[in-house]
Structures are given as C-alpha cells and as structure tokens.
C-alpha cells in the first residue's frame, strides 16, 4: 500500500466522520442549547477563563496530543499497519470523537466539574470517590513519564554524545524562551484589543526568531536529574497561574508547531510516498501479547484515550466561550489527532529503511529523511525541529496533567452536595484543598515517583487509561439517559473499552505472576500484580454501578 493513498483515504473517511457524525452527535445531545457557558457564569480570572475558539484549540490539542500518538503506533507497529489503521480511523470516529465531545459537552453543563463529579450526580458518591482516586493516581503517573521524558530531551549528561548533547541544549533553550515569549504573549492578547490575526502573525514570527536564536545560542547544559527538579518547579507555576497569562497563549502557541509539524509530515508523506509493506518485515509475533486486547491499549491517544475525558472536563469546559466550539474542538481535535498517529505509521514505514529506533527518532528522523531524500541538506534542521516539537507536545500535556491532578486533589475532599468549595470549607479541607498545597504535594509525589522509577509500573498505564475511558463513557451515558437524550451511540464504545481494559489486566497480571515465580523478580512485578488486580475490582465494581443505574433509568422509561 502506498503511503500517500493510504493518508488520502484516513482523510477522507475523517473528515466524513466529522461533518456527518459529529452533526448528529450535535443533534441527538442538543449541543447549544445551554448557552452561557461555565466560563462566562463562573468566571473567576484564573482557571475558569473564555477563550476564543482558535486559542483554546490550541491548548485542547496541544494538551492531549502528547507522546501517545507518536508513541502508539510506534510501539503497535509490530501488528501491521492494517489492523492499527483501522483501530485508529474507526476508533476516533466512533469511539475517541464520542469520548472526548461527550466529555467535554458534559462537563460544560456541569458547571465545568470532572468526570468524578458527574460520576458522582449521576451514579453515586462512592463511585466519584473512587474514580477520583483512580484517575489521580493515574496524572502522578503521568506527571512521572512526562517530566522524565522532556527531562530527556533537555539533559545533557556525562556520557552523552558531543551531538545529542548539542541537540538537547537547544531543545531546551528554545522551550525557555518559549515560556517566556507566552507570559508577553499572553499580556497581549488579554489586555489589548489587537486582533485574533496580527497577534497569530506576531505569534508565529515570534516562534521563528527563539527558534533561530536556540538554534545558534544554547548556553545552558543541566543533567537530567536538575532539569527534572526545574520542570517540577516551572509546573508547580503554571499549575495555579491564571489560565490567561500561560497556559491559554503556551498552549495556543505551541499550537503552531503542532500544526507546522502535522504540516511537514504532509510534505513528507507526498514526497516520498513510503511503501507501508516494510512494515510487514516488523510484524512479528510477540510473546504474551496477542492483538487483542494489546492493540486497542497500544494505540490509545491515535484512538481513544481516558487522558482525553480529563483534559475535556478539566481545563477545556472552563475555557469554552460557547457551546457550539465543543465540537471543533473537541471531536474535531480528536480527529486531528488521528491524523496524526495515520502519519505516524507513514514515518513508521519509512523510518525501517534507516534502521531508526526509539519513537523519537523514528518518528522525527523518518519524516525528516522522507523530506530530505527528495531535498539533500534538509535533515538536520527538520530534524532538530521534529523533536523540538515532540518536546513541546510533552510539556504542555504536563503542565495540563499538573493542573488537573490539583483540580482532582480538591474534588475529592469536597462534597459538593453541601455546596462545599474551596472558598467556604474550613478545617483540615481548606488546608488540602489550598491550590498551592494540593499543587505542591502532588508534584513532589509525581516527580519522586519520575526519579525512583516509574518505568517499573508505565507497563499499567495503557490498561489504566483505557479503563479511564471506559468510566468517562459510562458517566456520559448515565448522565445523558438521566436528562432523557440519547445515550444508545455511547453503550458499546463504552462495553467494549471495558472488555478490552479487564482482559488487558488479566493478561498482564497472568505475567507478573509468572516473573515473580520465577524467582529473582524486583519490586516491579509484585507492584504491577498487586495494582492490576486492584484495577480489575475496580472495573468490576464501577461496571456494577453502570448496570444498576441503566437498569433503574429503563425502569422510570418503561415506568
């Protein structure tokens, strides 16, 4: 198969799913019948924030993109692009697209609360208490991988090559000034009237010069280690600063690169036009990982991915000026985000003729080799760009991720059915649910468990999230039958993620079983059988939950 036919046709199938069912997604849910948002009835100056459509698709996308899916369909290659090309477009159709406009549709007329709190006015209080839990112990994780990962980016280490450590210093220089350039960007864009189009053209020349300058001036050379401990302190920050002065302009910001990449990867593909059959010399059979269920936890972000219902509900619903931008934003950058993990598999392809490794260089050397091979002495700087980019994917998903491991942290010691808040508690609650403590302790827990080796247990996050994804859709589906719309598009989504999360577990617990016995195992395997059956309860227990509460809304039906 052709490459470039194969993305001619992931697009076209895309963009059908939006325009048609995304409208009756629209229809069916009474999508912009709620107007006005949280964000202008509860505006408060610092999380619940309007923003313009364009500027918050750009903190949705750039929030859930992360490393998933790159990393994904990397890692899924080893199963052939045919079956990962299908689990990718179908599933962001009928799957991811659901989960994340649904998340973020509910939120909104939830008063821009989490999936924990809709859990909880829809299901039960035990139920949000547990998936409070659940889901936070997941952003630790989270926090963990990702602030390892732009670590690594930016380390430079004693033993590192004298050109890695080159590239790293000025992928960390250019994030610097990165930040810096958003607080002024972001000053602008609030307290002036300059219009959405000059501030984007000032934004993106903006983004060409720190880029040209890291490029040339890169004077900072930090280990891993300090850069891991300088990455908790800036997320602390932007944790708790007013969304506007941020993460609204970083996110919009990076947006660009975002963009500017999914645009070279276009190039590449059209250039090139990989051949997707190398990928067949790569599909091989590994041991205790059958495509089913591994493929749909492999591929979660590229298809659907819990972390999606936690941005949507999280951060996006504060910020969303009107109803009607749910669906480009939401559904629509889903979609975006498939595209993304079908180029993925393109680079994937190619990448095979070099003998890439790792997703960092299979990704970003395989589209800049794609380009460099039809224009000779395009690498380098393509190259260095590529992973800039990745970087910035990363770092905005942690800051996201900090910001709503601190909405989550306060949720749970708050019972909303009291009207308790943050300003109104008292006692130990007001001290835990302070933005700065509940901020600071969840850093620290999430950069110790980075330091200490998170690596041990990242093999739990594929099921975990998708077990996120599950529980989002049962929230939706629960809350739209108790409002009397249609909630019969969310049912097998929703049955078959939680099939694929308790047979995920079971497998993986099955294994860690097996190294502990057979002697020798650290504290890895014992962590992951202990974890993976206390996930398996957990889905069984919260499945109950979704059964009894569909059971007594067709009972008031048929009543």
Same mark, same amino acid.
């Given at each position: 198969m052709n490459g470039l036919l194969l993305l001619i046709i992931s697009l076209v199938l895309l963009g059908l799913g939006y325009v048609f069912y995304g409208r009756y997604l629209c229809k069916q849910w009474g999508v912009g019948e709620g107007d006005p948002t949280p964000a202008h009835t509860m505006e408060d100056g610092v999380d619940y924030v309007p923003a313009k459509a364009p500027v918050l698709m750009g903190h949705h996308f750039s929030s859930i993109a992360g490393a998933g899916p790159i990393t994904g369909p990397i890692q899924a290659a080893v199963f052939g692009w045919l079956p990962c090309l299908l689990w990718i477009v179908i599933g962001g159709i009928f799957f991811g697209g659901v989960h994340d406009f649904g998340s973020l549709f509910a939120s909104v007329r939830h008063g821009g609360r989490s999936i924990g709190e809709i859990i909880n006015e829809n299901m039960s209080k035990r139920a949000k208490r547990l998936f409070i839990i659940f889901a936070y112990l997941t952003l630790i994780l989270v926090i963990a991988a990702f602030a390892s990962i732009v670590a690594g980016t930016f380390g430079v280490n004693a033993d590192?090559?004298? &050109? /890695?450590? &080159?590239?790293?210093?000025?992928v960390a220089m250019v994030s610097i000034l990165f930040i810096v350039i958003a607080i002024f960007y972001g000053l602008l864009l609030n307290r002036t009237k300059i219009s959405m189009g000059i501030s984007t053209i000032i934004g993106i020349v903006a983004i060409?010069?720190?880029? #040209?300058?890291?490029?040339?001036?890169?004077?900072? #050379?930090?280990?891993?280690?300090?850069?891991?401990?300088?990455?908790?302190?800036?997320?602390?920050? /932007?944790?708790? /600063?007013?969304?506007?002065?941020?993460?609204?302009?970083?996110?919009?910001l990076s947006s660009f690169l975002l963009y500017a990449m999914l645009a070279l990867a276009l190039v590449g593909v059209i250039l090139a036009r990989p051949d997707m059959g190398?990928?067949?010399t790569i599909n091989v059979k590994v041991p205790g990982k059958p495509i089913f269920p591994v493929l749909f936890t492999t591929i979660a972000c590229g298809a659907i991915s819990g972390f999606h219902s936690l941005v949507s509900s999280g951060t996006t619903s504060k910020q969303l000026d009107k109803e009607a931008h749910a669906k480009p934003i939401a559904y629509g950058g889903m979609l975006l985000e498939c595209v993304l993990a079908v180029l993925t598999l393109c680079a994937v392809a190619y990448a095979k003729k070099y003998d890439l490794q790792g997703a960092t260089n299979i990704f970003g050397g395989g589209i800049a080799h794609m380009i460099d091979d039809s224009i000779p002495g395009t690498f380098n700087v393509l190259n260095t760009l590529l992973i800039l980019t990745y970087s910035a994917f990363c770092l905005t998903s942690l800051d996201t991720a900090t910001r709503l491991a601190r909405f989550m942290f306060q949720e749970f010691w708050l019972d909303a059915e009291k009207g308790e808040t943050v300003q109104n508690v008292g006692g130990f609650k007001k001290v835990l649910t302070n933005?700065?403590? *509940?901020?600071?302790?969840?850093?620290?827990?999430?950069?110790?468990?980075?330091?200490?080796?998170?690596?041990?247990?990242? /093999?739990?996050?594929?099921? *975990?999230?998708?077990?996120? #994804?599950a529980l989002a859709l049962m929230a939706i589906a629960a809350w739209l039958g108790n409002i009397g719309k249609n909630n019969k598009m969310i049912f097998f989504p929703m049955i078959f993620m939680l099939i694929v999360t308790i047979a995920s577990l079971v497998i993986n617990t099955i294994g860690q079983f097996k190294a502990i016995t057979a002697g020798g195992a650290d504290w890895g395997p014992y962590a992951q059988a202990i974890i993976g059956i206390l996930l398996i309860v957990l889905a069984v227990f919260l499945a109950i939950e979704g059964v009894q509460t569909f059971v007594k809304q067709s009972k008031k039906v048929n009543a």
């Amino acid at each position: 198969m052709n490459g470039l036919l194969l993305l001619i046709i992931s697009l076209v199938l895309l963009g059908l799913g939006y325009v048609f069912y995304g409208r009756y997604l629209c229809k069916q849910w009474g999508v912009g019948e709620g107007d006005p948002t949280p964000a202008h009835t509860m505006e408060d100056g610092v999380d619940y924030v309007p923003a313009k459509a364009p500027v918050l698709m750009g903190h949705h996308f750039s929030s859930i993109a992360g490393a998933g899916p790159i990393t994904g369909p990397i890692q899924a290659a080893v199963f052939g692009w045919l079956p990962c090309l299908l689990w990718i477009v179908i599933g962001g159709i009928f799957f991811g697209g659901v989960h994340d406009f649904g998340s973020l549709f509910a939120s909104v007329r939830h008063g821009g609360r989490s999936i924990g709190e809709i859990i909880n006015e829809n299901m039960s209080k035990r139920a949000k208490r547990l998936f409070i839990i659940f889901a936070y112990l997941t952003l630790i994780l989270v926090i963990a991988a990702f602030a390892s990962i732009v670590a690594g980016t930016f380390g430079v280490n004693a033993d590192s090559a004298p &050109e /890695a450590a &080159e590239a790293n210093s000025r992928v960390a220089m250019v994030s610097i000034l990165f930040i810096v350039i958003a607080i002024f960007y972001g000053l602008l864009l609030n307290r002036t009237k300059i219009s959405m189009g000059i501030s984007t053209i000032i934004g993106i020349v903006a983004i060409v010069g720190i880029i #040209a300058l890291g490029m040339v001036w890169h004077p900072i #050379a930090l280990s891993g280690k300090t850069w891991m401990w300088l990455i908790g302190v800036y997320i602390v920050i /932007a944790s708790v /600063a007013p969304v506007w002065i941020l993460l609204q302009p970083r996110d919009f910001l990076s947006s660009f690169l975002l963009y500017a990449m999914l645009a070279l990867a276009l190039v590449g593909v059209i250039l090139a036009r990989p051949d997707m059959g190398t990928m067949d010399t790569i599909n091989v059979k590994v041991p205790g990982k059958p495509i089913f269920p591994v493929l749909f936890t492999t591929i979660a972000c590229g298809a659907i991915s819990g972390f999606h219902s936690l941005v949507s509900s999280g951060t996006t619903s504060k910020q969303l000026d009107k109803e009607a931008h749910a669906k480009p934003i939401a559904y629509g950058g889903m979609l975006l985000e498939c595209v993304l993990a079908v180029l993925t598999l393109c680079a994937v392809a190619y990448a095979k003729k070099y003998d890439l490794q790792g997703a960092t260089n299979i990704f970003g050397g395989g589209i800049a080799h794609m380009i460099d091979d039809s224009i000779p002495g395009t690498f380098n700087v393509l190259n260095t760009l590529l992973i800039l980019t990745y970087s910035a994917f990363c770092l905005t998903s942690l800051d996201t991720a900090t910001r709503l491991a601190r909405f989550m942290f306060q949720e749970f010691w708050l019972d909303a059915e009291k009207g308790e808040t943050v300003q109104n508690v008292g006692g130990f609650k007001k001290v835990l649910t302070n933005p700065y403590v *509940a901020t600071i302790i969840t850093v620290v827990l999430g950069i110790v468990l980075g330091l200490t080796g998170y690596a041990k247990i990242w /093999a739990l996050f594929g099921s *975990a999230n998708q077990l996120l #994804a599950a529980l989002a859709l049962m929230a939706i589906a629960a809350w739209l039958g108790n409002i009397g719309k249609n909630n019969k598009m969310i049912f097998f989504p929703m049955i078959f993620m939680l099939i694929v999360t308790i047979a995920s577990l079971v497998i993986n617990t099955i294994g860690q079983f097996k190294a502990i016995t057979a002697g020798g195992a650290d504290w890895g395997p014992y962590a992951q059988a202990i974890i993976g059956i206390l996930l398996i309860v957990l889905a069984v227990f919260l499945a109950i939950e979704g059964v009894q509460t569909f059971v007594k809304q067709s009972k008031k039906v048929n009543a």
